[in-house]
């Protein structure tokens, strides 16, 4: 065989090899162990979803406000309902493909399989959690606040050690409850509740002399449903790093990669930052309970 046709087709070989070594080389997996989202496997209206051509959100009931208006998630009005289809838009699913499930907050994140494509109801990001579920990356960064009546002990708190003698309450299994426990530390066992409306009532008659909820909430309980309360401050971020909400999607799911996809470029573009002023532009700087 010529020299040159021997060349050629070492060339060949060797470029058969490498191709048949990258295809069986495993691909690299990020945060949430799921492959890296790909052009096809992410294309617009294509995905595999609960519901074929469809994006099922779920999120819980009473939907409140700010996060969303008028106890309705599919009216697009409210940070989260907006940031929903904000996502389906971005991976190509139109307002009419989008359908609204109704999921307790507890049941989001427990373990077991999911009948929503993605949950958005104020769930903040925890390794404890990513267990269970997957999380898209952050479309929120968040602070923990205290909600206390005007005429309580509680509404004069300065400082984390002004609340460890002060009854507190908090929506179970939520990181309130966590910074109640975690780094309060009070001296009476907190009060559990099992929605933020159970923790309101209790607040408002007195059962409780404050409670912790995310700050636009609190400014939202404290505007528009208890006005005799005030934001008596915000918790310091003591980790380091933010804490976030994020979407939670079913552990296995393969649309995790697409999502946080999705919202990353919600984040780039600067849509998120636009939906939190005009919905979220009530929650200004508190006081930090240091």
Not at 92 to 113: D, E, L, M, R
Request: proline share 5%.
């Amino acid at each position: 065989m010529p020299l040159a046709h021997r060349t050629v087709r070492l060339a060949v070989c060797s470029t058969v090899v490498l191709a048949a070594a990258a295809a069986c080389a495993p691909e690299p997996e990020n945060k949430a162990g799921n492959k890296p989202a790909t052009a096809s496997s992410c294309a617009p209206g294509k995905l595999t979803t609960v519901a074929s051509g469809k994006i099922t959100v779920g999120t819980d009931k009473p939907a409140y406000a700010p996060w969303f208006q008028d106890d309705d998630p599919s009216n697009g009005k409210g940070f989260e309902s907006a940031v929903a289809y904000a996502v389906a838009k971005q991976l190509g699913y139109g307002k009419s493909q989008v359908v609204w499930q109704t999921v307790p907050f507890n049941s989001s994140f427990a373990p077991g399989a999911k009948k929503f494509d993605f949950d958005i109801n104020q769930v903040s990001i925890s390794d404890a959690r990513k267990k269970a579920v997957a999380f898209s990356s952050g479309y929120y960064d968040v602070r923990q606040a205290v909600v206390a009546l005007k005429s309580s002990k509680a509404a004069k708190a300065r400082s984390v050690a002004d609340l460890k003698d002060v009854k507190l309450g908090a929506q179970v299994g939520t990181t309130s409850l966590d910074f109640i426990n975690d780094l309060v530390k009070p001296a009476q066992k907190p009060a559990v509740y099992q929605k933020n409306d159970f923790a309101k009532s209790a607040l408002k008659n007195g059962q409780v002399d404050a409670i912790v909820v995310d700050l636009p909430t609190a400014f939202y309980i404290t505007g528009a449903e208890v006005t005799d309360a005030k934001v008596v401050g915000q918790f310091e971020n003591s980790a380091g790093t933010p804490e976030q909400f994020g979407l939670v999607l079913d552990k296995e799911s393969k649309l995790t990669s697409c999502v946080t996809g999705a919202v990353d470029a919600l984040r780039k573009d600067g849509t998120l930052t636009s939906l939190e002023k005009k919905w979220l532009s009530d929650a200004v700087d508190a006081p930090v309970l240091k």
